[in-house]
């Protein structure tokens, strides 16, 4: 069962999570190295700690251990952004040495944390581990929840690919449009097949 959550609805209603960049990032961003933007994340003030975090993914392989000891930071947000900092990095060793961390993650807590951790448990090459937490999202009374796992999902692409029937069902019987839409989106990512767009309005 998912842990209610409100900054799981903040997180996740936001919009779909950005796109991966590549995993060697750049020395410099916003003017400040990797080192300078991990120790934000130890500020006083919320919203410092969480542009830190957010900031770090750019960064790559290069951030890997920073998001990596964040994992247990006290800030749930913190956490759940370096979950998914660490599945936009699956060939750093610290993402990879961070495996079994992230596996309770995606069992236990927040929704926000499950989500992100299940998308990093499979991104790091343990799907069984992963994709189940984001079926059971695509469930959730929570268009923010629902349309998260499908851009999850989306964003793995073939190695979920067993969600593909649970994407099919959503993008065809969902009440919400927005799940339909973006399930029947994640549905061609994982596995190829496209759905009529008679089928999903």
């Known amino acids: 069962m998912f842990v209610p959550l409100p900054l799981a609805a903040v997180l996740l209603c936001v919009g779909p999570p950005s796109d991966d960049p590549p995993s060697t990032g750049p020395a410099i961003v916003a003017g400040r190295t990797a080192e300078m933007w991990a120790a934000d994340l130890s500020h006083e003030n919320r919203i410092v700690r969480n542009r830190a975090a957010l900031s770090l993914r750019a960064f790559g392989a290069e951030a890997a251990p920073s998001l990596a000891d964040a994992l247990e930071h006290d800030d749930e947000a913190v956490r759940y952004w370096a979950a998914e900092g660490l599945g936009m990095t699956p060939d750093a060793p610290a993402a990879q040495q961070s495996l079994s961390t992230l596996r309770t993650m995606a069992k236990e807590g927040a929704t926000a944390e499950r989500l992100a951790a ?17 079926i059971e999202g695509l469930g959730h009374a929570s268009r923010g929840v629902a349309v998260s ?3 999850f999902l989306a964003r793995l692409g073939k190695p979920a690919a067993a969600a593909a029937e649970a994407l099919e069902k959503a993008a065809l019987n969902h009440d919400d449009y927005h799940v339909r ?13 496209v759905l009529k767009t008679s089928e999903v309005l």
């Open 118 to 134: 299940a998308f990093a448990v499979t991104a790091l090459g343990d799907p069984e581990a992963g994709v189940p937490t984001l």
């Open 149 to 151: 796992s499908a851009d």
């Open 181 to 193: 839409y973006r399930s029947a989106q994640a549905l061609k990512a994982v596995s190829g097949k």
